[in-house]
Nanobody, 116 residues
Framework: QVQLVESGGGLVQPGGSLRLSCAAS????????MAWYRQTPGKQRERVAE???????NYADSVKGRFTISRDNYRNTLSLQMNSLKSEDTAVYYC??????????WGQGTQVTVST
């Protein structure tokens, strides 16, 4: 059974930083495609960052240079370091992992609010 559990969301002022974590079980992050998505009310879920099994990463243009996706192979966790946060980064952030021929898995989400 695959479980993805996000943590680290919260309220932060513009310009601040947050680090999101995704604890994974039933999926090995070091050899899987993993990604972070975000969603705001009334909008489609947007992919923020992705990391392939080989280590290649991609970022949405809106977060490039500010966000960094990484994984801890020992702890089997996925992280998203978010710096220079803006109000438009406010969203629920979701961890995503794919096991080929098995499924596409999601966490329950963690709220990030950027506001004064």
């Amino acid at each position: 059974q695959v479980q993805l559990v996000e943590s680290g969301g919260g309220l932060v002022q513009p310009g601040g930083s947050l680090r999101l974590s995704c604890a994974a079980s039933g999926i090995i992050v070091s050899v899987s495609y993993m990604a972070w998505y975000r969603q705001t009310p009334g909008k489609q879920r947007e992919r923020v960052a992705e990391i392939y099994a080989g280590g290649k990463t991609n970022y949405a243009d809106s977060v490039k240079g500010r966000f960094t996706i990484s994984r801890d192979n020992y702890r089997n966790t996925l992280s998203l370091q978010m710096n220079s946060l803006k109000s438009e980064d406010t969203a629920v952030y979701y961890c995503n992992g794919i096991i080929p021929a098995q499924g596409d898995y999601w966490g329950q989400g963690t709220q990030v609010t950027v506001s004064t």
